[in-house]
């Protein structure tokens, strides 16, 4: 079959990819709009398929586009990476990781990963989408990320999830409320407090009712999309929040203390996702390899490592 397009049209549709406007992107290419348009498509015409679609003032990727985008990047930045090591160039293009995150997972995990990713390789550029757990799912699903670090996906047919971590809900409370001088706080005491809860679109929420189906339950009196916005209110005196003990700040923090939550003991698992039988960028499977290296490293006192694949005895 022959290829009915160039080069210089996949680099016309990785710029208007980036900047979402056909002015900004024809002028980034050094060529008029309407030449530019016609890149556009003639690259779709090729292929027989939508990469955008246009309004007037903005430009977004199709379903497809998005994935021909991210298949396009990596052949340009290897094809880059091919010919400046031809020409002895030292400067190698930096390649680009998209990891989608839960935000308690970044400060508490993925921060260590990339610190030690750019200790190793000064030239791989790390994106992370810190987004909800159902967000993070969709992104590593619609191959928006490379893969990701999140607490749903594990019962997705065409996902595939490694347990990093295993952590347990606990109480966050003032260090001068009556509750942070407990050793642990059974679920039903906490409808004595005021309660902020998680809003129920939240996969903490979903993950919380489930467990504590039949369980007496707080009452909410103010509800929020984001464990930190909780933990803000939190900190300010508005009441008491169940919380990952993953998004807790450390031990040393002067205002903020957590407890454990039992009767029953709510636990999730946090792990890596990606598209199963996809295989990941070299330099994606890096950071995945050194997430999977750091298992356990950086557990707190309320969080285990996932157990240990058993080894196959010898015969």
Known sequence: MAIEFDLNDLLAFRA?????????????????????????????????????????????????????????????????????????????????????????????????????????????????IDASANDVLSAVSRGEADFGLNFMGAMEGDIEFRTLIEERFVAACRRDHPLARRRQVRWEELVEYDFVAVAKSSGNRLLLDQALAGVIQPKSICETRHVTTMLGLVEAGIGVAAVPSMAMPGPDHPLLVSVPLVDPEVTRKVGLIQRRGRPLPPAAQQIYDLCVEMEGRTSDRHSRPAAKRAKPKKA
Request: with cysteine.
């Open 16 to 128: 208007v990819a980036e900047l979402g406007n056909f002015r900004k992107a024809a002028e980034a290419v050094h060529i008029s709009q309407p030449a530019f348009s016609r890149r556009i498509d003639k690259l779709e015409q090729a292929l027989g398929v939508r990469l955008l679609n246009r309004t007037t003032r903005h430009v977004e990727l199709t379903a497809v586009g998005r994935d021909f985008e991210r298949k396009v990047r990596q052949i340009l930045d290897d094809l880059d990476v091919t010919l400046m090591g031809i020409r002895g160039d030292k400067r190698m293009r930096m390649s680009e990781v998209t990891i989608a995150c839960v935000p308690s997972a970044v400060n508490h995990f993925l921060s260590h990963v990339i610190a030690r990713s750019r200790e190793r390789d000064a030239n791989v550029r790390v994106k992370v």
